[in-house]
């Protein structure tokens, strides 16, 4: 399955200052990607870029060779894409099972391609696929953090994408759900192109393949092997990093 993300001389603009200033940048899957930043860094609004939600003001987006440039439609088609917790209002009467259906019925244009029971059996199968078969019933008003960020990744992998957004995805998770979603993201990046936004890059570095790291623009792109050098991240991060016992942690309250 096709899985690539491609910007090339991307400039976004918002309220007339410059956020994401002439960035080209390839992502290949499948593999997990790691974008890392301070806070207001510009990651949200790259990937919001990616989606088609904000339209640059110049340069294109290529997502498995289409261009979907301010064009959400066609981004949605190939990706995936899991906001911030916070961003969605979980006081929605709706049940975790019913929303995993109806993003699924949403993307089936008339005449529908598939019957009720299958679309029941495919939100079954996302739900059981991120271990949240147990409370798919339950609303989504109930579920913890982990338990809602777990349906919300099964939302987004219920028409199966090659490509999966995730911004800040263990933000607001207990630690014990924290590392629960981390090993799912992990697990899902052996198969798909799995790109997820971080302020830190210690959480993901074990499993991924590339850290991208931003600050109104692209300041560094390599293995962690490489990135994570406390010498570059003070470049970006300035005190905010601290060295630990030759662990790299960030110190920043916020995601972007």
């Known amino acids: 399955m096709s899985s690539r993300i491609e910007l090339r001389d991307v400039e976004v603009e918002i309220g007339g200052e410059i ?38 003001v110049r340069g294109r987006v290529l997502v498995n060779g289409r261009d979907v440039t301010g064009n959400p439609e066609t981004a949605g088609r190939h990706i995936g894409y899991v906001p911030q917790l916070s961003a969605f209002n979980s006081e929605f009467p709706i049940t975790a099972r019913e929303l995993v259906e109806s993003s699924l019925s949403l993307r089936l244009k008339p005449p529908r391609l598939r019957t009720p029971p299958e679309i029941r059996r495919a939100a079954a199968e996302a739900l059981e696929a991120v271990g949240a078969s147990d409370y798919a019933d339950k609303p989504i008003s109930r579920l913890s953090g982990g338990q809602l960020q777990r349906v919300l990744i099964a939302r987004a992998l219920v028409w ?82 601290i060295l630990v016992e030759k662990c790299v942690h960030l110190v920043d309250s916020h995601a972007a």
Not at 23 to 41: A, D, R, Y
Not at 196 to 210: E, F, T
């Open 19 to 56: 956020i994401i200033p002439r960035v080209s940048l390839k992502l290949e899957g499948p593999g997990l990607v790691t974008v890392i930043g301070p806070n207001g860094s510009g990651k949200t609004t790259l990937f919001r870029t990616i989606m088609g939600l904000i339209k640059p």
């Open 160 to 241: 199966d994408p090659p490509i999966l957004l995730l911004d800040e995805p263990v933000s607001a998770i207990d630690p014990a759900g924290k590392m629960e979603v981390i090993e799912l993201i992990a697990k899902l990046s052996t198969r798909k192109l799995v790109v997820v936004a971080s302020h830190d890059p210690g959480v993901y570095a074990r499993h991924s393949k590339l850290i991208v790291v931003v600050n109104r623009g692209v300041r560094l792109a390599g293995p962690p092997s490489e990135v994570l050098d406390p010498r570059k991240l003070a470049e970006v991060y300035g005190d905010s990093v």
